[in-house]
């Protein structure tokens, strides 16, 4: 079990402390949402947490493969709808250019990370559109 201290900083700003680790995450309300918008907002850690995931099964499945896991980087775009506010669409480009996989094993890969927990804990509301780069 994780714990997770979340304080209220005021202005529509929080801080959120793992309790393990000591690590620290502030967030602020959006521009769009009556905030200043000069951290991450809640809903942002949620489209980033998506990506973080999916790179971290990614790294899991080739430590479990002996695959070679050189690098991946990935760009996430979020978009937001509204009544109620929520996120209706997350975009996701993995570069994966410098891992040189097999057609068998990337398709592996892709499955594994499109099967995240965070993937499986969000609304089947949210649309996704995921795609990955190789060479």
Request: net charge negative.
């Amino acid at each position: 079990m994780t714990k997770i201290k979340v304080s209220y900083l005021g202005d529509l700003r929080t801080s959120s402390e793992h309790l393990e680790s000591g690590e620290k995450i502030k967030t602020d309300a959006p521009k769009d949402n009556n905030g200043k918008g000069e951290a991450f907002s809640p809903t942002d850690l949620l489209a980033a947490s998506y990506a973080n995931c999916m790179m971290t099964i990614i790294g899991i499945y080739c430590e479990k493969h002996d695959l070679n896991f050189k690098m991946c980087e990935a760009e996430v775009e979020k978009e937001m709808k509204d009544n109620p506010r929520r996120i209706g669409k997350l975009t996701i480009k993995f570069d994966l250019s410098e891992n040189d996989w097999s057609e068998k094993d990337r398709k592996k890969i892709e499955n594994a990370a499109k099967n995240c927990p965070v993937a499986k804990s969000i609304s089947t509301d949210v649309e996704t559109d995921i795609s990955f780069k190789y060479n």
